[in-house]
């Protein structure tokens, strides 16, 4: 597979507005780890291999366990995650299969339980933000298995 489309030469102002996006979002204060859950998850959802591969490559260098990331796919019937993490899950697949509905009233207040008003709005921007990633990604054909995740300090999930 030959890539198509380098963003960084053609739309570069683009590009940099996502980064934007990227760093207010580092800044927010959700742990990186669950940002990065919600980050695979969606993109397992997508299939967006370079996004998948470059999530899970930031979730190991966190410290995430093999087992949890393994279970991603299966985070309902697994009991690797605590209760804000099934309810980031939630929203993410919500969210991300936008075309089965809009996101029931029910799915909103059991994420609610979990997240502050704030919070919630962050993550909304970050499913946001990894699903609009994803379809460059997936249209660039960008291929994966090249990334390399930078060193964070910070090493909890949720």
């Not at 939630?90 to 991300?96: G, I, P």
């Not at 990894?130 to 060193?151: E, K, S, T």
């Amino acid at each position: 597979m030959e890539p198509r489309i380098d963003y960084v030469r053609s739309a570069r102002g683009v590009y940099e507005a996502m980064l934007g996006l990227e760093k207010y979002l580092d800044q927010c204060g959700l742990a990186p780890g669950l940002l990065d859950l919600v980050k695979l998850r969606a993109s397992q959802i997508n299939g967006c291999a370079y996004c998948i591969d470059m999530h899970w490559k930031d979730l190991r260098a966190l410290g995430e366990t093999e087992q949890r990331l393994y279970g991603l796919d299966a985070w309902e019937e697994s009991p690797y995650y605590n209760e804000r993490e099934r309810a980031a899950m939630l929203w993410t697949e919500a969210l991300t299969n936008i075309q089965e509905g809009h996101v029931p009233d029910e799915v909103y207040e059991k994420v609610r339980k979990q997240f502050s008003e704030k919070e919630l709005a962050d993550l909304s921007l970050a499913v946001a933000a990894i699903n609009a990633w994803n379809r460059l990604a997936i249209a660039a054909r960008a291929v994966p298995g090249r990334y390399q995740p930078a060193r964070r300090e910070e090493t909890k999930t949720a």
